[in-house]
């Protein structure tokens, strides 16, 4: 099992490009999340998708748009890159949403330059 | 005030020496805690889960105090793959009722020779 994948690993952007950041798991997860991590801030949920079908916003939504395309897939797009976005992103996918003890499975991240 | 607060470190500590880490949270509705780690430039991954009665996994011992809304990490006999950065974790409930976890932003630990 390849656990939860993600692409690109590495992207420069400039400012007010747009682009979609992939993730995959092959853990049959209901839930999906991205989340961002930046120096002193801890990792910021932006959005996240309790099961198939369904998304909502986390903690620092704003610029950022997800899709949930099946229950492998959950991608995260940005519409115009703006330099606040510089960061590193991690997808995570875990049992179930509202059970409290799931484990979090993490991608290996994606490092954003805007 | 951050809901989950962790002293950032760096620890640097020599190999076999015993080290703690304390990581206070806000919100006392959490219900779940957890002790990450992460290495370098790679993913985080979960160390282990924290449990009222406190619980052992090897060299590693974590405890949980839910008066005082303090979570402890301690690594005894510490090795040179220790070294890495530490989240501690936790749980809470939304105004929706929506269930997520906060992350502290993490202790630096580094193991030396």
């Known amino acids: 099992n390849a656990g939860v994948t993600q692409t690109p690993k590495f992207q420069v952007l400039k400012t007010g490009q747009s682009m979609t950041l992939q993730c995959a798991q092959d853990?049959?997860?209901?839930?999906m999340y991205w989340y961002r991590q930046d120096p002193g801030m801890g990792l910021r949920l932006i959005y996240y998708?309790?099961?198939?079908?369904?998304?909502d916003k986390g903690e620092v939504p704003n610029g950022y748009n997800v899709s949930r395309l099946n229950k492998r897939e959950f991608s995260l797009r940005l519409e115009s890159a703006a330099p606040s976005q510089t960061s590193v992103y991690f997808c995570?996918?875990?049992?179930?949403?509202?059970?409290?003890?799931?484990?979090?499975?993490f991608g290996p991240g994606t490092r954003l330059t805007v | 005030r951050k809901e989950v607060e962790q002293d950032p470190g760096p620890f640097n500590v020599p190999e076999g020496a015993t080290v703690a880490f304390n990581c206070t949270y806000s919100?006392?509705?959490?219900?779940?805690f957890f002790w990450y780690r992460q290495d370098c430039r790679k993913e985080p991954k979960l160390l282990m889960s924290?449990?009222?009665s406190g619980n052992e996994d090897g060299r590693f011992t974590a405890q949980l105090n839910r008066a005082s809304q303090y979570i402890s990490l301690l690594i005894r006999d510490s090795k040179l793959s220790d070294s890495a950065t530490y989240l501690c974790v936790v749980n809470w409930i939304s105004n929706f009722g929506n269930e997520k976890l906060t992350f502290g932003t993490g202790t630096r630990l580094t193991i030396i020779p």
């Open positions: 853990m049959n997860h209901n839930s």
């Open positions: 919100n006392s509705a959490s219900q779940s």
């Open positions: 998708s309790a099961s198939e079908g369904t998304t």
């Open positions: 924290v449990y009222s």
């Open positions: 995570a996918s875990s049992e179930a949403e509202g059970t409290g003890g799931n484990e979090q499975f």
